[in-house]
Structures are given as C-alpha cells and as structure tokens.
C-alpha cells in the first residue's frame, strides 16, 4: 500500500484539504468549499481518513487479543510450576525414606518451564510492542490536539509487520521471568530440599552426614551437593546480568520524575531526557523499511515517469544514456523506494512498456523528502 509520501502524518491521516470553486447560480460570487482528499489511493480504491481510524481500531483490537493470548500462556506456564512444586513438595516431605532426588528432577523440570516461559515472554513482548505503538502514537496524539504522531511510528509499525522481530533478547526474557516467578519457586524447592537432608529421617550430626546423604545412585553427595551449588550460582548471576537490560516494551518500568528535585544523580545522568525523566523509561525503538534505488532503461521514458509518479506519488530522475548492443538512445530512470512500493514499480513499467528493463539495487540509506529526513 502506498501514499503520498510528500505530506507529514497529520495530512496523512487527516486528509488534505483542497479549495473547490462553487459557482453561485443566481450570479452571485462564488465561494469555496473544502473537499478532503482520501487517505490512501490503491489499484482503484480511496481509503479515507475514518476508514483509516476504523482499521487501525481493528488493527488495536487485533493486537491486544494477541497479546492476551500470550499473556494466559505464560500464566499456564507458571500455574504447571507452582503445581508440580507443591505435588512434589508434599510428596517428599509425607516420606520418610530418602526421596530427594524427587526434589532435584522437580528443579529440572522448573528450569525447563522457565526456558518455555521466556519463549512465550518473547512472542507477548512482540504484540504488546505493536500495541504501545498504537497507544503512545495514535490514541494518545488524537486526546492531545493538534493531532500529531511522531514522524517515524508508521514505518516503525509497518516494519514490524513486514518482517517481524522479537523486540527483546533470549537472555532478557529469561532474566525477568526468573526474577519475577521461578527465582522464589526454585529457592522454596531448594530450601526444602536441604531440610529433607538434613532432618529427614533423623537430623544429621556434621556435614559429612548431610553430604552422604545427598547421594545419587553411584553420585557421590559431595558431587550432587557441588552441581547444585553450580546451577544455583549460574541463576542468581544471571538474574543480576540482566537486570539493565530494558527493552520490554510491555513492562511497567520507572515511571517519570518530573516533579521531583534535581539531586547529584541526576545531574550525573548521560543524557538530558534521563536527568529529567530518569532512567529506564519505555523507550520505543525505531525501524523503517529497507530502501532500494531502482533504473528503470525504457524507450518511453516520458511516460513510464508519468506513470511512476502518478501510480507511487515517487519522484523520477531521468538520465540519457544509449543502448551498445542496438546503438539507439535510451532513457534510464531512477526512482527510490521502499521494499512495498517494488512490485508497484514493475506493474506500472510493465503496463506502459512491457519491455522495459527494471534493476533494483539496495541502498544503506536514502535521506530527503519521503525519507529519512535530514534533520534526523
């Protein structure tokens, strides 16, 4: 879908206004009225700035069913932890005999909840990302009129869409699900688990007793003791690493600090919004869709710019060049695009000259008018 890239996003969702004459039928003067353009023109069809509302309204329902979905998957997630915690919890303590080991495999078994939950952590975070786009650019920009969005939300949204990336890492994701569930689920396991050995069935009277009895089978206890020792260091490190770590765009994070006093931290903080704000405020990142510069080599040259123009509101250079094989001039066109607008590039070349010649080269980057704009 294309439109007019030489309007900002208030025309864009507004719609431009054009003067039209009305002539008076009684002779009078003539006064204008104002006729809105459409949103959007596309094979045919006009997409007008409420029928634009009305989608991105569907749009934001959509995406926060989705987001739900995944939310109630990450609470099963966690619902299967504290159930086979409590099972196996029970089940140890009710023995006398040395079931710990039961204990063990349970904090297996909550690790590997732990890696499924931070997957399902990674898919919410990725709806819950389009939705805080539709909120901080869209419905929050309409309660504060004039309406406007800011310049890059709409290729940040359709980029997502296009090629859709989780918004956060693996490691985060396992981060702050270890610290806000299984951190404590794993820790209750760990300390019944060492109360098992040591009062169960008598307590034991040094710490080569307790070690004996965390055999395993042929494992030593001092072995098993050490493992578990391990895993527990690795967890609580890891809890710790990631806790700079703020790219979740569906967390409550620090909320802003405008009203409070400037003291010595905050004037030592990097940046300017971070003084006044504080750190770890929702920043939403950015994205655009890749860009191309494409040659379009036609003997109607004229016409396929026309075309061009009219079809994908591109601007068109034209350059003369000549063909060395059929020694007779040509004409080389050059347009820049975005990854959408391609195969509208070839439909509106093939329609005026079926042999034409399209070349789509990448650009690592196009700045001006309908792009990234210079001031960014």
């Not at 997630?77 to 079931?99: G, P, Q, R």
């Not at 709806?127 to 309660?143: G, H, I, N, P, W």
Request: hydrophobic share 45%; aromatic share 10%; net charge neutral.
């Amino acid at each position: 879908m294309c439109y007019n890239q030489s309007k900002d996003l208030t025309g864009l969702l507004e719609g431009s206004v054009i003067m039209a004459a009305n002539p008076n039928p009684n002779g009078g003067e003539t006064h204008e009225r104002p006729i809105r353009e459409p949103v959007w023109r596309y094979r045919g069809y006009e997409l007008r700035p409420s029928e634009f509302a009305t989608a991105m309204v569907h749009f934001y329902r959509g995406e926060i069913q989705r987001a739900n979905t995944w939310r109630n998957r990450l609470d099963a997630t966690t619902n299967w932890a504290i159930v086979t915690t409590a099972a196996v919890i029970s089940f140890a303590l009710a023995e006398s005999t040395n079931t710990h080991a039961v204990l063990l495999i349970n904090m297996v078994l909550i690790l590997i909840f732990l890696w499924i939950e931070a997957r399902r952590y990674r898919y919410f975070e990725l709806f819950s990302y389009r939705v805080r786009l539709l909120e901080t650019d869209f419905f929050a920009a309409m309660l504060v009129p004039p309406f406007q969005p800011s310049a890059d939300w709409a290729e940040t949204l359709a980029t997502s869409l296009l090629r859709p990336k989780f918004p956060i890492s693996k490691w985060e994701a396992i981060g702050r699900r270890l610290r806000r569930n299984y951190l404590a689920i794993l820790g209750i396991l760990l300390l019944v688990w060492v109360f098992k050995l040591y009062s169960l069935p008598v307590p034991a009277l040094s710490y080569q007793e307790f070690a004996a009895r965390a055999a395993i089978g042929p494992v030593t206890g001092m072995i098993v003791l050490e493992v578990v020792g391990i895993i527990a260091t690795i967890l609580i490190l890891t809890a710790m690493a990631t806790l700079r770590l703020h790219d979740a765009t569906g967390e409550i994070l620090e909320q802003p600090k405008v009203f409070q006093g400037l003291g010595i931290e905050r004037v030592l903080r990097p940046s300017v919004h971070d003084r006044v704000y504080g750190t770890g405020v929702w920043q939403r990142p950015t994205a655009r869709r890749d860009e191309f510069m494409t040659m379009v080599i036609t003997d109607k040259g004229n016409a396929v710019a026309e075309k061009v123009m009219q079809d994908l509101n591109r601007g068109v250079t034209a350059l003369n060049g000549e063909g060395m094989y059929t020694q007779q001039a040509r004409q080389v066109l050059l347009c820049a695009l975005t990854e959408t607008e391609i195969d509208d590039l070839k439909r509106a070349v093939h329609a005026v000259d079926p042999g034409g010649f399209v070349i789509v080269l990448p650009a690592s980057e196009i700045a001006g008018r309908g792009f990234q704009p210079f001031e960014e």
